[in-house]
């Protein structure tokens, strides 16, 4: 749940949290010639640089995103403090804070453990907007300076769509020039998806399962097409009734590696039963990702906390 400092959203969210659970169980936590002569060997050694149809590698080396490794973010929209924690400070800043805070987890990680930034691209929005859509886009080059940031220090980057009354794969082309990018993946919000008449903040929206394989479809093509390694497709969730259909997900695209990502906030036993339900009837292919929120969570877990949970979360983000 995204905290908008409107008392209306937190209300919803806990109305919300547990609504509709389905049956059905989780997937596991485990988703030369001897002959030649020394200067003709020496022209035979392979060049060091890539071949062009070689993926180019992640962070932390090879092109698969798990299970060699787990990931902690810096969640928020660049300049806006009220939206979550990366917007309190600048790139570089931004850099050096996900940097220390992912060393915190270190000690409970037998992966590596990634350092990222959640960067919210389009937000939703009380007002429609020149486009009626009531979401906000920011442009490619207000962007940058933190995918460059990141990209200089090995930072993984996830770009989170908020799209109002738009669609997800509207919006996600929108940012094709950077999705090519080979460490930056994509996050879709269904809490903000509206229909139409629906606005910000007045309900909890949602998505069908078929706007979702459409955005993946194309997310897979892009990455395949322009041979990336495996790129982020991470679903927030916090209420059953926000993703429709959820056990139509397509994810069996090996370009992408799913993660639904338990959004809410509160007390320690109001997250672990979010985290625990929205595991029942979870599609085969998608690991479990964990928010921590500084000032919503009453109290906020711990680095150790957060690792201890069950299954481990595979992408822990920080609003």
């Known amino acids: 749940m995204r905290s908008r400092s409107v008392p209306l959203a937190s209300t919803l969210c806990a109305l919300l949290l547990l609504s509709g659970c389905g049956g059905g169980t989780p997937d596991g936590d485990d988703v030369a010639d001897g002959g030649a002569s020394a200067s003709s060997s020496r022209s035979a050694e392979p060049s060091a640089t890539p071949s062009p149809t070689q993926p180019e590698e992640l962070i932390g080396g090879g092109t698969q995103l798990f299970p060699d490794r787990r990931f902690v973010a810096l969640y928020g929209h ?65 962007l940058k300076p933190y995918v460059e940031a990141a990209e200089r220090n090995d930072v993984y980057v996830v770009l989170d769509l908020q799209p109002g009354q738009a669609d997800f794969l509207t919006q996600a082309t929108q940012y094709e020039e950077l999705l090519k990018h080979p460490n930056v993946g994509l996050a879709l919000d269904p809490e903000w998806r509206l229909a139409p008449g629906q606005l910000p903040l007045q309900q909890i929206g949602s998505v069908d399962a078929a706007e979702i394989n459409k955005t993946s479809d194309w997310l897979a093509t892009l990455t395949r097409d322009n041979r990336l390694p495996q790129k982020t497709m991470l679903l927030h969730q916090f209420s059953m009734s926000m993703i429709e259909n959820r056990e139509a997900i397509n994810t069996q695209h090996p370009e992408l590696a799913f993660v639904l990502h338990a959004d809410g906030h509160g007390t320690p036993d109001l997250k672990t039963g979010t985290w625990n339900a929205l595991q029942e009837g979870l599609p085969k292919g998608i690991r479990m990702a964990w928010k921590n929120f500084y000032d919503e969570d009453t ?6 906390q957060t690792f201890g949970v069950t299954p481990k979360p595979w992408f822990v983000s920080y609003q």
């Open 78 to 142: 660049p300049g806006t403090p009220g939206l979550g924690a990366l917007g309190e400070q600048g790139p570089e800043e931004s850099v050096t804070r996900v940097k220390e805070l992912a060393k915190s987890y270190e000690p409970y990680s037998e992966e590596k453990v990634i350092p990222a930034f959640e960067i919210i691209a389009t937000t939703a929005s009380s007002e429609p907007g020149p486009d009626g859509n009531y979401s906000t886009e920011s442009t490619v080059d207000q």
């Open 299 to 304: 109290p906020m877990y711990t680095p150790q």
